[in-house]
């Protein structure tokens, strides 16, 4: 790991870093906000998935996230939104679709299977790097922002026993019936829309074993909320089974981060509560 | 005045407005926060001055100050750094002269005298505009960053009458002796270093009448601090001459809204006091 900045916030540290991955087989670069606590104590860990078109700047500079971090004695780690450095066809020439764009799933589609494993890296291997180099516990949650909150959903439902909880901020809950899911797991995952609902909320809470409890927040004023986000494909599927979920529809609210920063502190003290 | 965006956050608004601009003859961008008072009371406004290549965003997307000002019942006005529009010779050479940095004075060199009017639109245009538009009160205080510090300080030891208090984050204090307020004060104003006190923080203390008290961030990581911010040249002459200042030297904070997010609370909380 190779440190490419170390800034001072709410008396604890941001800290950039690139690395070697092995799941992605390129360099990353993740940030890791460290609060003050962790100068004294192992302090749990906050994962957070950006949106499309996201690095792991947006959510650092724009969320507002490090003065409850730093309270709540909270580390919160962003990773990248997709491997970087190749360039496959189509891979650059859309904001929702290859770079920037890496849906979290694991790609096994040619070229994208190559390197596009943002599954494995969040899941498993970032985890187990940030585990061994800072003052942190084994303790994890989950939370992201629309392509991110739909990749925090299917993370933590997948492995209910890896996250203490997870949260979204307008999150894709149903992408196999949103154009921006459709073009994204037609291009990784290939034509065959059965193997698609291993990677869609939606179809996971239909049958998950282990029932998460699900809190999400989604602005009525979000310009994507009709044709790409519509939580109410989760919110329906979550009564059907009986699956927990907290769905708040803040009037007036739209996409951005301003969104986001508005309830982050929220959701930082789901977080902190289901980690201590 | 031209409705560029309409944001909510933290249950109050953040609109963009773009509007012809008297003062400097050009088209003007700023950003006002109006918090949830604001729907049913005249609220007190802060002015914002940002620093070297700037624009009315980067406050508004990285400073995480409108918790608190929704919080207090705070309006936020975020004006731009310079006059855009023109081409003048060198203006867009470098990031220290030009556009983006206006440094907050009315320039008397040509062509830059035609519309660098930075401290009349400040100081006069646009107040009038916004308290002409928006459910504000006349109450007004001013803060800023680096090259807006120093735009804060001179504004308000200038109109002691019009500012109720006014802070800075790592100002350029004393900008007649560092490179970068050199370079500006010439190519704004000549080589008659006489006329450049005007502009300058330190040098307006000695002959203050009214004695406004400064409230100073310095971070002590600041790349700049000891070739262009010297902040110990305005401690120097305030307490000479008994102008009350509270700078405060912070340790391991450098020059980035990440510093100013840690403390930009405490200053919201300082204005508040005096607009009320």
Redesign the interface.
């Known amino acids: 790991m190779e440190l490419l900045s170390s ?5 604890g540290w ?1 800290k950039r870093y690139k690395h070697e991955s092995v799941s992605v087989k390129s360099e990353m670069t993740f940030a890791i906000y460290l609060p003050p606590q962790a100068e004294t104590q192992s302090v749990p860990v906050l994962y957070w998935l950006s949106g499309l078109t996201c690095t792991d700047e947006n959510f650092t ?2 969320a ?1 996230a ?2 409850k971090a730093a309270e709540l004695g909270l580390a919160i780690v962003c990773p990248d939104t997709s491997p970087r450095g190749t360039d496959y066809p189509n891979e650059h020439d859309s904001y929702d679709f290859g770079s920037g764009a890496g849906f979290y799933v694991n790609a096994t589609v040619a070229p994208y299977s190559n390197t596009y494993h943002m599954y494995d890296y969040v899941v498993q291997e970032l985890p187990k790097l940030v585990e061994s180099h800072f003052p942190v516990t084994d303790k994890r949650s989950i939370s992201g922002h629309s392509m991110g909150g739909h990749g925090a959903l299917i993370c933590a439902l997948k492995n209910p026993d890896v996250y203490q909880s997870v949260s979204a901020f307008s999150p894709i809950v149903n992408p196999t019936q949103c154009p921006w899911g459709e073009k994204a797991f037609t291009g990784y995952l290939g034509e065959d829309r059965a193997v698609w609902t291993e990677w869609d909320a939606t179809c996971l809470v239909e049958t998950a074993e282990e029932r998460l409890p699900l809190l999400i927040d989604q ?1 009525e ?1 979000d310009n994507f909320l009709v044709e790409q986000l519509k939580p109410e494909a989760l919110e329906a599927v979550c009564e059907k089974v009986g699956h927990p979920i907290t769905l708040r529809r803040q009037p ?3 996409h ?4 986001i ?2 309830f982050i ?1 929220e959701h930082l003290e789901f977080h902190s509560k289901a980690l201590s």
């Open positions: 800034t001072k916030s709410f008396g941001l500079q724009k507002g490090f003065r602005g004023a007036g609210y739209d951005s981060y301003f969104f920063a508005s502190d």
